[in-house]
């Protein structure tokens, strides 16, 4: 009898193009229903959204005992290293504080999965695949009790060509007030 696959990698290689072939799909799919690029981000988060609020009950059942996080700091790091590892099969590159808000924090991926095999057309100018992340994040957070906002982002690296993709995450005022009364 003969095996079609033949090592672990050939798994992932094999889900890693069903997973890009699937998502172009997606992303050409949404483009036909829009008409500008801030309405194909949105959609694309939408998606995403759905996806992180399923992920984050698979989590917390299968890691967690159905237990969630409940500090704002245990649900950045449980993106940022547990969703993010199922999801791409690594610890995301970056977790940081914004410097100029209390609210704001970024998770950076110097490149991130959804943008590594889309070509976006010069006329598209910024258009940026990480909306689906940005959503999944929002779907993880909004779930667990974390209203917030979250934004993809392209970050230039210099010297450089492919910018880093930041997804920037400002927290609601009430998790914020939830966060001081329990710290």
């Known amino acids: 009898m003969q095996t079609f696959l033949t090592s672990p990698s050939a798994v992932a290689?094999?889900?890693?193009?069903a997973f890009a072939f699937l998502f172009s799909e997606v992303v050409q799919y949404n483009q036909t229903q829009v008409?500008?690029?801030?309405?194909?981000?949105?959609?694309?988060?939408?998606?995403?959204?759905?996806?992180?609020?399923?992920?984050?009950?698979?989590?917390?059942?299968?890691?967690?005992?159905?237990?969630?996080?409940?500090?704002?700091?245990?649900?950045?790091?449980?993106?940022?290293?547990?969703?993010?590892?199922?999801?791409f099969g690594k610890v995301a590159d970056s977790l940081e504080k914004g410097t100029e808000h209390e609210d704001e924090y970024m998770i950076s991926e110097k490149e991130l999965l959804?943008?590594?095999?889309?070509?976006?057309?010069?006329?598209?100018?910024?258009?940026?695949?990480?909306?689906?992340?940005?959503?999944?994040?929002?779907g993880v957070l909004d779930n667990a009790g974390f209203p917030a906002v979250v934004t993809a982002h392209f970050v230039p690296i210099e010297g450089q060509q492919r910018p880093r993709t930041t997804i920037l995450i400002k927290f609601a005022e009430e998790v914020l007030r939830r966060e001081s009364r329990l710290g």
Request: proline letters at 1%.
């Open 114 to 138: 959804v943008n590594r095999f889309i070509s976006v057309p010069k006329d598209m100018g910024a258009f940026n695949c990480g909306a689906f992340v940005a959503g999944i994040v929002r």
């Open 35 to 87: 008409d500008n690029i801030a309405d194909l981000e949105r959609r694309l988060e939408d998606a995403g959204y759905a996806v992180g609020a399923r992920v984050l009950e698979l989590l917390c059942h299968r890691e967690k005992g159905n237990r969630r996080e409940t500090r704002l700091l245990g649900i950045l790091s449980f993106i940022h290293s547990t969703v993010w590892k199922v999801l």
């Open 13 to 17: 290689d094999r889900s890693l193009s």
